[in-house]
C-alpha cells in the first residue's frame, strides 16, 4: 500500500486528487497540507469528502512529510512548488508536481513567462508526464511535471498529425475553451459568477497566456522542427471542462477517413484517449469528472484546412486524473488503477 502526501490539498486540483485516491486500491492518504486551512480536517473545507477522508490539514514541512509518505503529490500555485520539491527529491520520494515549475526546460524561457527558477538543476531530471507520449519516461522518472490542462487537449489533439508529417507545422491555430476551475479557487473578481455568468470571453489574448511555452516546447518534440502557435484561451460559464479546436495546413490532400485512421492507429490501446467516428465531435458533457481524452477530426472541403477538437475534463486528464495515471505508471502498478470511473451524466 502506497502512503500519500497531497500537498496543496485546500484547492480544486487538491480535492480532485483525494477524490480519486480515495477509491484507489492500493493508495493511503496519510498527509494533506493547507497553510491557510491547517489544523482543521479536510472534510471541513470540503464536504464531500465528509466520513470518508477527515484527515486534519498540516502546515507544509517537507522533513516530516518526507518521513511518513512515499510519493508526494505537489498541487501548489507556480513559484511554490519549487521551494519544497527539491526536498522531496533528496529525500527520495516520488513527486508528481502539478505546477507549471517544472515542466519547461530551458529555465530563461521559464523566467520570461514565470519567474527566476530557484533549481534550475532538476529540470533535466524532470519527465513531462503525459502518458500517451512519454510512458517509458515516467516509468523510470522520480520526478514528474504534470503537464497543464490547455497542453493536455493541444498535445494530444496534435500529436498522430505531427509524428505523421500531415501538417503544416507553421500553420497551427487554437481555440481553446475552458470552465472556471481551471483558474484555480482563489478569490479574483473576473471569476465571481456576476463577472462569469451568461458570458463568454477570451483573455490572454495575443501569445500571453503562460501555457504556450509548454504546448510549443512539446509540439516541437513531436515535429522534430521548432513550432509557434496562434493559442487564444477563453471563458466559458461552466464548472468544469476544456474545448480546444485546433486548426491546421496539410501538407497534402487528405480525407476524414483517411485521419481517423491514422487517430486510431496512433491511439490503438490507449486506455483513455477516445477517438471519435467520422461525423461525431467531442462535448465536454461527455468526459465530465473522468479521465478521458475525447477527439474528433474532420475536414473542411472549402478552405482545405483540417480541424481537430478535443475535450477533456480540466481538473481530471488535465490535472489530478493525469497526475494519478502517472503515480501508477512511476510505481508499477496498473496505468488505469482508480481511475476506470466513467463520465459523469447529465
Request: proline share 7%.
Amino acid at each position: 500500500m502506497l502512503k500519500v502526501a497531497v500537498v496543496g490539498a485546500s484547492g480544486y486540483t487538491g480535492v480532485e486528487l483525494l477524490r480519486l485516491l480515495y477509491n484507489h486500491p492500493e493508495v493511503a492518504v496519510t498527509c494533506v497540507t493547507s497553510e491557510q486551512s491547517a489544523g482543521r480536517p479536510v472534510s471541513d473545507v470540503f464536504p464531500t469528502l465528509r466520513g470518508r477522508i477527515d484527515l486534519p490539514l498540516e502546515n507544509l514541512e517537507p522533513v516530516g512529510i518526507s518521513e511518513k509518505v512515499d510519493v508526494v503529490f505537489t498541487a501548489l500555485p507556480h513559484k511554490a512548488a519549487m521551494e519544497v520539491v527539491p526536498t522531496f527529491v533528496k529525500m527520495g520520494k516520488q513527486v508528481i508536481d502539478l505546477s507549471a515549475d517544472y515542466r519547461i526546460h530551458d529555465p530563461q524561457v521559464y523566467g520570461k513567462w514565470y519567474d527566476t527558477h530557484l533549481n534550475p538543476d532538476l529540470l533535466d531530471q524532470a519527465v513531462y508526464g503525459i502518458p500517451e507520449i512519454r510512458r517509458a519516461e515516467i516509468r523510470e522518472a522520480s520526478l514528474i511535471a504534470n503537464p497543464g490542462c490547455y497542453p493536455t487537449s493541444v498535445i494530444l489533439g496534435l500529436a498522430p498529425l505531427l509524428k505523421g508529417k500531415v501538417i503544416d507545422p507553421k500553420s497551427v491555430i487554437v481555440d481553446a475553451k475552458s470552465g472556471v476551475s481551471g483558474a484555480g479557487r482563489g478569490a479574483k473578481v473576473d471569476n465571481l459568477y456576476c463577472e462569469v455568468n451568461e458570458g463568454f470571453k477570451a483573455y490572454a489574448v495575443g501569445g500571453t497566456h503562460r501555457h504556450i511555452p509548454e504546448i510549443e516546447q512539446e509540439l516541437s518534440l513531436l515535429a522534430e522542427t521548432e513550432m509557434v502557435i496562434s493559442f487564444t484561451p477563453h471563458l466559458v460559464p461552466m464548472d468544469r471542462g476544456i474545448l480546444s479546436t485546433i486548426y491546421s495546413a496539410p501538407n497534402g490532400k487528405v480525407t476524414a477517413a483517411e485521419l481517423i485512421t491514422l487517430y486510431e492507429a496512433f491511439y490503438d490501446g490507449e486506455p483513455f484517449v477516445r477517438v471519435l467516428p467520422e461525423g461525431k465531435l467531442p462535448s465536454t458533457t461527455f468526459v465530465r469528472g473522468s479521465n478521458f481524452c475525447d477527439i474528433g477530426v474532420t475536414v473542411d472541403e472549402r478552405t482545405g484546412r483540417i480541424v481537430v477538437i478535443s475535450a477533456i475534463d480540466n481538473l481530471v486528464k488535465g490535472a489530478s486524473g493525469q497526475a494519478v495515471q502517472n503515480m501508477n505508471l512511476m510505481c508499477g502498478l496498473p496505468e488505469t488503477l482508480g481511475l476506470e470511473i466513467l463520465p459523469v451524466f447529465p
